[in-house]
């Protein structure tokens, strides 16, 4: 069982950065692949970055890609999100997620553990 708790959302002024983090409890962090969805008022939940459990091969949505980072910091069981050049748009819940098994990154559904997600508004 892996729980994950996210932070670091808040408010942001277009143009602006956050960096979200998610940290899993459970001593095997390093064998899950993780991943950061957002979903905003309305809309479906939509894929936003994924990160092998080595941190080497990173995948992100093409409305992020250049933006946002994501990273992972086995050693402390976190992931990371750096979001830059913020957007309205870019307002939602921003969840993590953890799976054991090699996931198609994008679908949810890929997915076994889920956080409780931070909101992230971005003001223009």
């Known amino acids: 069982q892996v729980q994950l708790v996210e932070s670091g959302g808040g408010l942001a002024q277009a143009g602006g950065s956050l960096r979200l983090s998610c940290a899993a409890s459970?001593?095997?962090?390093?064998?899950?692949?993780m991943a950061w969805f957002r979903q905003a008022p309305g809309k479906e939940r939509e894929f936003v970055a994924a990160?092998?459990?080595?941190?080497?091969?990173?995948f992100y949505a093409n409305s992020v890609k250049g933006r946002f980072t994501a990273s992972r910091d086995n050693a402390k069981s976190t992931v990371y999100l750096q979001m830059n050049s913020l957007k309205a748009e870019d307002t939602a819940v921003y969840s993590c997620?953890?799976?054991?098994?090699?996931?198609?990154?994008?679908?949810?559904?890929?997915?076994?553990?889920w956080g409780q997600g931070t909101q992230v508004t971005v003001s223009s």
């Open positions: 459970g001593p095997t962090f390093s064998e899950y692949a």
């Open positions: 990160i092998s459990w080595s941190g080497e091969n990173i």
């Open positions: 997620a953890a799976s054991r098994a090699p996931p198609q990154p994008t679908i949810p559904r890929s997915y076994d553990y």
